[in-house]
C-alpha cells in the first residue's frame, strides 16, 4: 500500500486550468482516468487525509504510485480527452458500463455496391448504416419481413449474390418480389441503392410523407384502371402500415429523442436507453456496471453519455436526450454532443407529460434489469461457492454459512412496526421459510428494541421445537438418560420434522449465520438475544448501508470485504430481500388499516359478501337503516349474519356527516 505523500506533487507544479489526469500503480499502469475544471483543485482533493476520503476513492489513491495530467483548452475537449483515454487504458478504478448482452442491430451496407439489409452485432462498421438496437434477432427479421415487399433490397450474402448473377438465375425472393434481384440486372447499382437509402428514410422515422407517396400512386393507378398495380401498391402500404404498428407511438409529435435512465445500489448500477424515432421506440438497450469509483447519479449519466455517443455516427445521435439527472457542469456535455451531432443537442430532465411517464418506465426496465443481473449471477452454483467460503472466512466460522437468515425492521414514523426474516440457503432464497413478525412488545420508533423483540421470538420457537424432540431437554432429564433411565424416546421421526406430516416444523431448523440490517447497535441487540435463550453455535453480523460495513459483536472495528467479493454481493443481496419483504408487509398493513370499515367487524363475513352487501345497498348508511328482512335479501346472507351484520353497525358509532364549509349544510351521503 503505498502512501500517497510520496508521490505528491508541490501545490505550484498543479495548473489552475482544465485537463484530465492519470493515476499509475506501482507497474506503470493506469489505474484510474479523469478529469477536472481546475486539475490544481481536482489533484489537492485527492491528497487530504486518508479518513476524509471515501472509501473507493482511498483504496485508489493507495494503491496509485505516481499521478500525471494533461492540460487542454477547454473542458469538452477534457470530456473527450478522458473517454478516449479510457477506452485506451481500461482503469480498474473507472466506472466502465458493460454490456448485458450483444444486441443485434439491423443493419443497411451503404459501403458496398449492392446495399444490404442484415443483422448485425458487435463493434460499428463504417459505412454501415444502424437502426435499434433490438432486444430480439427475430424481431428484426420480422420488420424486415413486412418491409422487403415494399423495399425489395438485397439481403443475400456475398457467396449467394456472386452465384445467382453467374448463373443468371436469382434467388426465391426474387421470384417472390422481396428483392429487386440486382445480381440478375433487373436493376441498376443506382436504382438499388435508392431503394436502400428509401429503406433507410423510412426506418430512421421519415415515414409520413412516404406513405402519402404510395396512396397517392395508389389512386392514380385505381383512375387509369391499372388495378393490379393498384392492389400491389396496396399491399405495400399495408406492410409497411403493420411494421409500424409493431411499435406503438409512445410520443406525440414524431420526436426523435433517446431515454436514459438509472438503478443503482452501493456496488452495482444498471443503465436502460429506449431509443425513440418518429415517436416510435425503435431500439432498446442496457448495460451493468461496478461501482468502483464514488460517483453520484449525475456523473454516471455523465459516463453513460460517453459510453453511448463516443463512437457513434452523426446520424445515431438524436435532438433531444432525456436524463434522470444533468451532468455537473453540463454545458460541456451538450456542447460535446452537439459536436458530434453536427446540430443543436437538447440534453434535458423532463419535468413533466408524456416525457416525464415514459422516462419513469425506462427506469422501471432499469430496475428489473439490475434484478435480472444479481439474480443471474447469484444462481451460479461456483460463484455461490466461492462467496459462501468467503463469508467463512472473513467472518472466522469453522464452516460455509449454508442456512443464513436475515432480519430487518420496517415502520412509517414508528407506525405499523414490523419485522422481517429471509432465509437463504446454499446461496438461493427459500421463500417458504421466510416470516414476518408484527411487533407486539412496545409502540413507538425503535429499531433496535424491535430487532431484539423479533430474534427473541424467532429462537424461542426454535428453542422450544428442540425441547419437544428431546435435542434441547432440562439438565436433570439429560442425566437420566445417561444413567439408562431415561425412558422410551418419543416417537417425534427426523429432528426438526412432524411425526404425522413429515413436513419441517417453522423455525425448526437453526441457521449458521444470522444477518441483521444495521450496525452495531442492531448487532449487540440479536446478539443479546440469543445469549438470554441460551443460544451460543449461531454467528451475528449485521451490514451496514452505507459503507457495506460488517459489523460483528463486541468489535469497534467492521470488517470491509473486497468491492469485488462474491461474498459481500452475497450478504448484501440477503439483506436488500429481507428489506424488500419487511417494507411489503408495512405497506400491506397500514393499506388494510387505511381501508378498514364497520363491516370488517361482522364475525364471518368475508371480502365477496361485504363487496356484495355494499353493491346491493349502495353504502354503509343504507344498510345500516336496513331491516333484517331486507338484508337477507341480498344473495349468500342468511338470518343469522344478517342478525350480527344489523347488531355491528348498531354498535359501531356512524361516521360523522359531510359539511358544506361554504353554506354549513349538512350532505347527505
Request: aromatic share 6%.
Amino acid at each position: 500500500m503505498a502512501d500517497p505523500s510520496s508521490y505528491r506533487p508541490k501545490p505550484g507544479q498543479i495548473p489552475d486550468s482544465p485537463g484530465v489526469y492519470r493515476f499509475r500503480d506501482e507497474h506503470g499502469r493506469v489505474i484510474y482516468v479523469g478529469k477536472a475544471k481546475s486539475l490544481r483543485q481536482r489533484l489537492s482533493s485527492y491528497f487530504q487525509d486518508l479518513a476524509g476520503l471515501h472509501q473507493r476513492t482511498r483504496t485508489m489513491v493507495t494503491t496509485a504510485a505516481s499521478v500525471e495530467w494533461t492540460v487542454v483548452a477547454t473542458e469538452v475537449e477534457a470530456l473527450q480527452l478522458e473517454y478516449t483515454w479510457i477506452k485506451q487504458y481500461d482503469p480498474r478504478f473507472n466506472v466502465k458500463y458493460r454490456d448485458d448482452k450483444s444486441y443485434p442491430s439491423l443493419a443497411v451496407t451503404l459501403n458496398e455496391e449492392y446495399p444490404r439489409v442484415q443483422v448485425m452485432r458487435g463493434p460499428k462498421r463504417k459505412g454501415v448504416r444502424y437502426f435499434g438496437p433490438y432486444a430480439h434477432a427475430w424481431a428484426i427479421r420480422e420488420t424486415v419481413d413486412l418491409m422487403l415487399r415494399a423495399f425489395p433490397v438485397r439481403t443475400c450474402s456475398a457467396g449467394v449474390f456472386k452465384r445467382s448473377a453467374q448463373i443468371g438465375r436469382p434467388c426465391l425472393l426474387g421470384y417472390i418480389g422481396k428483392c429487386s434481384a440486382p445480381c440478375v440486372g433487373r436493376v441498376t447499382a443506382a436504382e438499388h441503392r435508392e431503394l436502400a437509402e428509401e429503406f433507410c428514410d423510412f426506418m430512421a422515422g421519415r415515414t409520413g410523407a412516404y406513405l402519402k407517396r404510395l396512396e397517392r400512386q395508389m389512386h392514380d393507378a385505381a383512375e387509369e384502371m391499372e388495378y393490379e398495380k393498384a392492389a400491389r401498391l396496396r399491399d405495400d402500404i399495408g406492410a409497411l402500415q403493420s411494421a409500424m404498428e409493431k411499435n406503438a407511438v409512445v410520443l406525440a409529435d414524431a420526436t426523435d429523442a433517446d431515454l436514459i435512465a438509472l438503478a443503482e445500489d452501493e456496488l452495482e448500477a444498471a443503465v436502460q436507453i429506449f431509443h425513440v424515432r418518429g415517436g416510435r421506440v425503435r431500439g432498446q438497450r442496457g448495460w451493468v456496471t461496478d461501482r468502483v469509483e464514488a460517483v453520484d447519479t449525475a456523473g454516471l449519466v455523465e459516463h453513460a453519455l460517453q459510453q453511448l455517443y463516443g463512437d457513434e455516427q452523426a446520424e445515431a445521435i438524436p435532438r433531444e436526450v432525456l436524463v434522470p439527472a444533468l451532468p455537473q457542469p453540463a454545458g460541456p456535455v451538450r456542447e460535446w454532443l452537439t459536436e458530434r451531432r453536427g446540430a443543436r443537442v437538447d440534453l434535458r430532465v423532463p419535468q413533466r407529460g408524456d416525457k416525464k411517464d415514459l422516462l419513469a418506465t425506462v427506469a422501471r426496465n432499469a430496475q428489473q434489469a439490475l434484478v435480472l443481473h444479481k439474480t443471474k449471477r447469484a444462481s451460479d452454483l461456483t460463484t455461490r461457492s466461492r462467496a459462501l467460503e468467503e463469508i467463512a472466512e472473513a467472518l472466522e466460522l469453522d464452516s460455509a454459512p449454508l442456512r443464513i437468515e436475515c432480519y430487518d425492521i420496517s415502520h412509517l414514523q414508528g407506525e405499523d412496526v414490523v419485522g422481517s426474516m429471509v432465509v437463504f440457503e446454499d446461496g438461493l432464497a427459500r421463500k417458504s421459510e421466510y416470516r414476518r413478525f408484527e411487533i407486539k412488545g412496545f409502540t413507538g420508533q425503535d429499531d433496535v428494541r424491535a430487532m431484539h423483540e423479533v430474534i427473541t421470538r424467532r429462537f424461542r420457537r426454535y428453542v422450544q421445537e428442540k425441547q419437544k424432540t428431546g435435542e434441547w431437554g432440562d439438565p436433570e432429564a439429560e442425566a437420566a438418560a445417561e444413567r439408562g433411565h431415561g425412558g422410551e424416546p418419543a416417537a417425534e421421526g427426523p429432528a426438526g420434522r412432524d411425526p404425522d406430516t413429515g413436513r419441517p416444523r417453522k423455525f425448526a431448523y437453526p441457521p449458521q449465520l444470522v444477518v441483521v440490517d444495521g450496525g452495531q447497535p442492531q448487532v449487540a441487540a440479536a446478539k443479546r438475544a440469543l445469549g438470554e435463550l441460551g443460544v451460543d453455535d449461531v454467528a451475528v453480523v449485521g451490514l451496514a448501508k452505507r459503507l457495506e460495513e460488517v459489523w460483528l459483536p463486541d468489535s469497534d472495528d467492521p470488517v470491509i470485504l473486497p468491492r469485488s467479493s462474491e461474498g459481500l454481493y452475497m450478504l448484501q443481496r440477503v439483506r436488500d430481500e429481507a428489506h424488500r419483504f419487511a417494507i411489503a408487509y408495512q405497506r400491506k398493513k397500514r393499506a388494510k388499516s387505511m381501508k378498514a370499515g364497520p363491516l370488517d367487524d361482522v364475525p364471518g363475513l368475508g371480502e365477496s359478501r361485504r363487496r356484495a352487501l355494499l353493491k346491493h345497498f349502495g353504502s354503509v348508511k343504507r344498510l345500516r337503516a336496513a331491516t333484517i328482512d331486507q338484508i337477507c335479501e341480498v344473495p349468500g346472507i342468511g338470518r343469522k349474519t344478517a342478525e350480527n351484520i344489523a347488531a355491528t353497525l348498531a354498535q359501531a358509532a356512524p361516521a360523522a356527516p359531510a359539511v358544506n364549509t361554504a353554506t354549513g349544510e349538512i350532505m347527505d351521503e
